[in-house]
């Protein structure tokens, strides 16, 4: 679990499934484009805590310049993998990632459908996403599709496309 977390400071990999997600708007401060989403995965579900606070989710903001570059969430239950995003607590108690506006920083989109085999891989804002696989990203969905599936079977949700 532990948000598939890889690093050792506060910029890590993670992987999570979109369970909320907004429209893309304009950042009154700086004109950037912010796509905000919630994700989930089996460490922010249990009883252990992260930082020593409790979260069920995870606050995931994408900044861009041009909206064409942030994620388009259609489906409760999609896959994000954030690169070398800004994991930081907000208000003392909130966890929250930040990507976008970085060179070294990348998503990926897949499709959260638990009877896939392949990478379902949706959009991206990388230029090799085959490069990625070196983490077993083929791996870590399996694992949070079958997450997923159990998840929504608990805590249903009404499955309309999130508006765009």
């Known amino acids: 679990g532990d ?5 050792t400071t506060n910029k890590a990999c993670a992987m999570g499934i979109v369970v909320d997600c907004s429209a893309p708007y304009r ?4 004109m950037d484009w912010i796509v905000r ?13 992260i930082g020593g606070v409790h979260n ?14 942030l994620p388009r969430v259609t489906d ?6 954030l690169r070398r ?24 989109l897949f499709s959260g459908d638990p009877s896939r085999l392949d990478l379902g891989l949706l959009q991206t804002n990388r230029d090799d996403p085959a490069s990625e ?6 791996g870590s969905l399996v694992e949070l ?15 309309t496309p999130f508006s765009q």
């Not at 950042?27 to 700086?30: A, N, V």
């Open 27 to 30: 950042s009154k401060e700086s």
């Open 76 to 81: 409760v239950g999609s896959i994000v993998y």
């Open 85 to 108: 995003a800004d994991f930081t607590f907000w208000q003392a108690n909130k966890f929250k990632a930040k990507l976008g506006g970085k060179k070294y920083t990348s998503w990926m």
């Open 56 to 69: 069920r989710y995870c606050l995931v903001f994408f900044f861009a310049g041009k909206v064409n570059d």
């Open 133 to 138: 696989d070196r983490f077993n990203l083929r």
């Open 145 to 159: 599709r079958a997450f997923s599936f159990n998840y929504f079977r608990e805590h249903p949700v009404p499955l």
């Open 37 to 49: 989403a919630k994700i989930i995965d089996q460490s922010l579900n249990d009883d252990s805590a």
């Open 3 to 7: 948000l598939y977390l890889k690093g």
